[in-house]
């Protein structure tokens, strides 16, 4: 029952992620008004599910989830499996409900939400970009479930949307600020837009893996990893209290 709670919750928040704050692209033209909007809808989402799953919404997180020992290889499944149906979901239902499905996009494009490599940008730089801005992301999410700070976690989603908002305006030029496979996946989907699709999976993993392997290694205390686990563990009790 556990599992089926964390896999609807995940599912549910990386569709409303995909459809809400895909959405935005259709009304808004320019970087700030998208890069506000996502960081809004990231923060919604995180305090809606986060009880239930931690929100992880995104891949990359999860996998950073795994190396810090809070969830089991199992799991890491089953999260990537929620996040990337609901993505799926989300950008299908947008396309279909959407009366801008016509709109070219700045690149001339019909693949409305879809990540895509800047013009001029090469792809090892497009690479270094995703790896960058991930691992920027994971070092919060690491920063948040270190043994000191995870007990503290009042107003996590306005904190994340904010962190979120500083992503996108940052690499939306270049590489559309993909750091979410999944994210990245669902409009791909549907729109079978591929282009250097892999760079939206290798850039973010990568990132996660080394930011959370080095903080795991250099800043989790030694006894860092049992705490951590005891700690959410009695946040999951009080939450089905």
């Known amino acids: 029952l556990n599992y089926l709670r964390i896999f ?3 599912f549910i928040g990386t569709f409303l992620l995909v459809y809400f704050g895909c959405a935005c692209i259709h009304h808004l033209s320019n970087f700030l008004g998208m890069s506000l909007c996502f ?9 809606a599910v986060g009880a239930i799953s931690l929100a ?20 890491v499944f089953l999260y990537v499996i929620a996040e990337c149906l609901g993505a799926i979901l989300g950008a299908f239902l947008l396309k279909e409900m959407s009366i801008f499905d016509a709109a070219l996009d700045s690149r001339g494009t019909k693949s409305d939400c879809c990540t895509l490599v800047g013009n001029g940008v090469t792809l090892g730089r497009a690479f270094a970009w995703e790896f960058g801005l991930t691992s920027f992301l994971i070092l919060i999410v690491c920063s948040v479930i270190h043994p000191k700070t995870v007990t503290r976690l009042d107003s996590i989603g306005l904190k994340f949307g904010g962190v979120i908002f500083i992503l996108i305006y940052t690499g939306a030029d270049y ?4 750091i979410n496979p999944a994210r990245t996946l669902g409009p791909a989907v549907v729109y079978n837009e591929w282009s250097d699709h892999w760079i939206y999976w290798a850039g973010p993993l990568t990132g996660s893996l080394v930011t959370s392997v080095a903080y795991h290694i250099f800043c989790l205390p030694k006894n860092g990893q049992q705490i951590l686990k005891e700690a959410i563990k009695q946040q999951r009790e009080d939450y089905k209290k």
């Open 8 to 10: 609807l919750a995940e």
């Open 39 to 47: 960081g809004f809808v990231i923060g919604a989402i995180i305090q």
């Open 56 to 75: 992880h919404l995104n891949p990359a997180v999860t996998l950073c989830f795994y190396i810090f020992g809070i969830i089991s290889l199992p799991a």
């Open 175 to 178: 590489t559309s600020t993909g």
